[in-house]
C-alpha cells in the first residue's frame, strides 16, 4: 500500500510540472488570465447569458429568443445538395441566378473565398431571402437541429449574394470568415456577432443595431464596424495586420467605457483615451462601465475606436 502511494504522489507531481510548463508557455506565446476567461465564457450559451448580465444592461437585448426568430411553427426543409459537405471547388459551378427563402434562421454563417455578399434588414418581410447571381445554390446549405437554424453559405470569386431578413429578427448567432472578397451588412441584429478576416484582400463593412457580444479578428484587409443602435455590451477585438475601425454611438462616454489595451507592436486609438503603441498595456474598470472593450493590436495592426 506505500509502494502505491508513493508511485501515486510521484504520478501526481510529474501531472503537476507538466501542467506548470504549459500553462508557462501559454503566458510566453501571449495567453493572458483575461483572455483565458473570455475563451471559457464562450464555451455555454448559457453561461454567457449570466457574464451578460453582469456586463451591465444598457446595450443588451431585451426581446427574447422566441420572440426574436419565430420559428415554433417549424421550418419547411430547402434542398441542399448532400455533396456540399465535402470539399468545394475554387469556383462556381453551374453557376447562375436563383433566390431561395428560410422562414426561421437563427444562425447564419458566411464563409468567402471571393465573391460579394451582402446582408439587408428590410421590413414588411416574415422569411429570410438570399439572392444568388452568378452563384451556385449547393453553396448555400440549410441544417437545423433542436438548438439551432443555420444558414451557411459559402462564396466564390465572381459570386454574388443578397441576404434580406425580417426587421423583426435578432439572429442568435452571425458569423463572418473572409479570406478574399467584400461583406457588408446594414442594421444587422445578432446577440452575437463575430467578424474576421484572413487576408489583406478582405473587407468587411457592418452596421450593428442591437447585440450582446461583437468578437473582431483582422489578420489583414480591413473591417468597419459601426453602431447604428444599442451598443454591445462586450466587445473583443484583435488585429495581427490591417485596419479595425469600430464607431460607437455618441451617447457613450470613457466614464462608462472599461476596457483592456494590449499593444504588440500594433496601434491603437481610443476616443480621449489617446494613442498607444509599441508594447503597451492600460485597463480601466470605472463602477460605472456599460460597455467593456478588449483590444489587442499586434505587428502592424491598427485598431481605432471613435464616435
Not at 32 to 38: C, V
Not at 78 to 86: C, K, L
Request: charged share 20%; hydrophobic share 40%; aromatic share 10%.
Amino acid at each position: 500500500m506505500k509502494k502505491f502511494i508513493k508511485i501515486g504522489l510521484i504520478v501526481g507531481c510529474l501531472f503537476v510540472i507538466a501542467g506548470i510548463g504549459i500553462a508557462t508557455a501559454a503566458f510566453a506565446l501571449g495567453t493572458s488570465p483575461k483572455r483565458i476567461a473570455w475563451r471559457l465564457e464562450q464555451l455555454s450559451r448559457w453561461e454567457r447569458q449570466a457574464d451578460w448580465d453582469w456586463y451591465g444592461t444598457a446595450g443588451a437585448i431585451e426581446q427574447t429568443l422566441d420572440a426574436a426568430a419565430p420559428g415554433e411553427q417549424g421550418p419547411k426543409t430547402v434542398p441542399a445538395d448532400p455533396a456540399f459537405a465535402e470539399p468545394l471547388p475554387e469556383q462556381a459551378d453551374g453557376a447562375g441566378n436563383f433566390e431561395a427563402a428560410y422562414p426561421a434562421v437563427s444562425v447564419l454563417e458566411v464563409r468567402q473565398n471571393g465573391g460579394n455578399v451582402e446582408v439587408y434588414v428590410v421590413e414588411g418581410q416574415t422569411e429570410m431571402t438570399i439572392r444568388g447571381e452568378n452563384a451556385d445554390f449547393t453553396h448555400v446549405n440549410y441544417e437545423e437541429t433542436d438548438r439551432f437554424h443555420k444558414v451557411k453559405i459559402r462564396a466564390y470569386a465572381g459570386e454574388s449574394y443578397q441576404i434580406f431578413i425580417p426587421t423583426a429578427w435578432v439572429l442568435d448567432k452571425l458569423s463572418v470568415e473572409i479570406s478574399s472578397g467584400n461583406f457588408s451588412g446594414d442594421n444587422i441584429k445578432a446577440r452575437e456577432a463575430e467578424y474576421q478576416t484572413e487576408s489583406n484582400m478582405g473587407t468587411i463593412v457592418a452596421v450593428q443595431s442591437a447585440g450582446d457580444i461583437l468578437e473582431i479578428d483582422c489578420a489583414g484587409g480591413s473591417i468597419e464596424w459601426s453602431c447604428a443602435g444599442s451598443m454591445p455590451p462586450l466587445v473583443e477585438a484583435e488585429c495581427e495586420r490591417g485596419v479595425v475601425s469600430l464607431a460607437l454611438p455618441g451617447e457613450l462616454s470613457l466614464e462608462t467605457i472599461g476596457y483592456l489595451l494590449e499593444c504588440e507592436y500594433g496601434t491603437i486609438e481610443l476616443l480621449d483615451a489617446g494613442r498607444f503603441t509599441g508594447l503597451d498595456e492600460k485597463a480601466f474598470n470605472p463602477p460605472q462601465r456599460t460597455v467593456f472593450l478588449e483590444l489587442s493590436a499586434e505587428d502592424n495592426g491598427e485598431i481605432y475606436i471613435m464616435q
